[in-house]
């Protein structure tokens, strides 16, 4: 069994300069304490470590050859220590963070240039996950936060803060002209072919959910795996896509696209920031996490 590690320590300090009042000095313990953990150390061994020198001590043979072990021992403990402190002065570290494309594009990223900007030496690696799947991450524990948007169940120790709302809209082109600045019925959505995203997200979950609270069942013409390629169906005159507004900001300000009305209004939702109350998040983290929580007050 291993002596007291303090002997170690003692012992190190005093290899390292070759007297036991300096290594005392360094460690802030007495003369007399310094020379009974060597001692206590020797005995446990069963050898002798040192030797004196006309000026302080020095190693015998088993000494420097327990020397040449734990002088990398704390060499590893002080480079250690120093990634420590480097990580709490935001010098050094990872954040890992779950987001969907939406969330990433249309709130997220101008926070990460933010961060980037005053803290480079942070990686930051972003997991592309629609809501679903990054509450699974966050979970598990390989991700510090996620960005997610609502609808969505959360475990009672996810904590959920809600940073800005997004409004769904139905969108079409020149095809579908007729429909523009009409007030329509969302029963007019089934004469119409929709596009709309695949089921594995919370946006296209929340839609199904909202239209049947309203007497329509989508059949989708088009399902497809992100919103950029519904606005590129819709530009197209394929369908009337569904989308949360932003990724269509652009098409509608231009007239490509128009929004159809409805005589009823489609509840906003919200992009949220979750967390897991079960994992301590790194100095990194927290700071990023500061960052929206300040934009979002």
Do not use: W
Not at 17 to 37: F, N
Request: charged share 25%; net charge negative.
């Amino acid at each position: 069994m291993l002596a007291n590690l303090e002997y170690f320590k003692v012992f190190y300090y005093v290899a390292k300069h070759g007297s036991v009042t300096r290594a005392a000095g360094e460690l802030s313990i007495s003369q007399p304490a310094a020379s009974q953990s060597l001692r206590q150390l020797e005995k446990s061994l069963g050898v002798p470590l040192f030797m004196r020198a006309s000026r302080g001590v020095r190693l015998t043979g088993e000494g420097r050859l327990l020397y040449s072990y734990v002088e990398k021992g704390y060499e590893q403990i002080e480079q250690g220590v120093e990634k420590v402190r480097r990580m709490r002065n935001l010098e050094l570290g990872e954040i890992h963070i779950g987001a969907s494309d939406m969330t990433l594009r249309f709130y997220l990223l101008p926070f990460l240039e933010i961060f980037h900007d005053r803290y480079p030496d942070i990686k930051v690696t972003v997991t592309n996950a629609p809501t679903p799947e990054t509450l699974e991450l966050l979970e598990e524990g390989k991700i510090d936060f996620g960005v997610v948007s609502t609808p969505f169940d959360a475990a009672p120790d996810i904590a959920v803060l809600p940073v800005r709302e997004i409004e769904d809209v139905f969108v079409a082109g020149r095809r579908f002209i007729s429909y523009k600045n009409k007030m329509l019925d969302f029963q007019e959505l089934e004469r119409l072919p929709m596009i709309f995203l695949e089921n594995n997200t919370s946006t296209r979950r929340y839609m199904d959910k909202y239209l049947a609270e309203n007497g329509v069942e989508p059949q989708p013409e088009f399902e497809l795996a992100t919103s950029d390629m519904i606005v590129q169906f819709a530009l197209r005159s394929l369908g009337v896509g569904c989308v949360v507004r932003d990724f269509a900001a652009e098409a509608l300000e231009s007239g490509r696209l128009f929004e159809l009305r409805f005589n009823k209004m489609i509840p906003k939702r919200s992009f949220c920031v979750v967390t897991s109350g079960r994992q301590p998040l790194s100095v990194a983290a927290e700071r990023l996490l500061e960052i929206l929580r300040v934009e979002c007050v």
